[in-house]
Antibody, heavy 116, light 113 residues
């Protein structure tokens, strides 16, 4: 069974940093592209970032480019999102999402709240 | 960026009746490999999104056959043949053809009358 379990969310002050993680199991993690998608409270789904299967290629939404870094450790079956210079508008549930020609499985999400 | 426009944004339906959601993209979603990477996701209250349909009309494993997807180019539709109570939630279309960025529709809230 495919499982994606996010962790690391919490309350952080504006301008602060946070790393969220996603532990993957039930599939061969190193074969899949992965994404982060976020959802602000009461709002829709917004794509944040993508990484290819070996971590050599990444993409970012303009709203996070230069502030967020996606990475992965295939030996640990774990996906990461390093978030710096956080803003109030980054407040959202962050979902880890698998991609095989199309995004399919989603984690349960981890809430990141940026507030003073 | 490809803009995905859903309609309606709110859809009150009677149980047992059909429902239909439209999704239009600002450019054709046909990829160079001939596939169209248009998917539909369901998000029930308090849950993570779940994929229902991929590549326009392919139903995911475990998805009831009352759900169907159709369309081509820039116009796509998700249909529910007979709405059940468990279908309430928000439905999103998504394109994975022209990226970055990958883009979602605004979401359509399916409400039971």
């Amino acid at each position: 069974e495919v499982q994606l379990v996010e962790s690391g969310g919490g309350l952080v002050q504006p301008g602060g940093s946070l790393i969220v993680s996603c532990a993957a199991s039930g599939f061969t993690f190193s074969n899949y592209w992965m994404h982060w998608v976020r959802q602000a409270p009461g709002k829709g789904l917004v794509w944040v970032s993508r990484i290819d299967s070996d971590g050599s290629d990444t993409d970012y939404a303009d709203s996070v480019k230069g502030r967020f870094t996606i990475s992965r450790d295939n030996a640990k079956n774990t996906l990461y999102l390093q978030m710096n210079s956080l803003r109030a508008e980054d407040t959202a549930v962050y979902y880890c999402v698998r991609d095989y020609y199309s995004i399919d499985y989603w984690g349960q999400g981890t809430l990141v709240t940026v507030s003073s | 960026d490809v803009v995905m426009t859903q309609s309606p944004l709110s859809l009150p339906v009677t149980l047992g009746q059909p429902a239909s959601i439209s999704c239009r993209s600002s450019q054709s979603l046909v990829y160079s490999d001939g596939n169209t990477y248009l998917s539909w996701f369901q998000q029930r209250p308090g849950q993570s999104p779940r994929r229902l349909i991929y590549k326009v009309s392919n139903r995911d494993s475990g998805v009831p056959d009352r759900f169907s997807g159709s369309g081509s180019g820039t116009d796509f539709t998700l249909k529910i043949s007979r709405v059940e109570a468990e279908d309430l939630g928000v439905y999103y279309c998504y394109q994975g053809t022209h990226w970055p960025p990958y883009t979602f529709g605004q979401g359509t809230k399916l409400e039971i009358k």
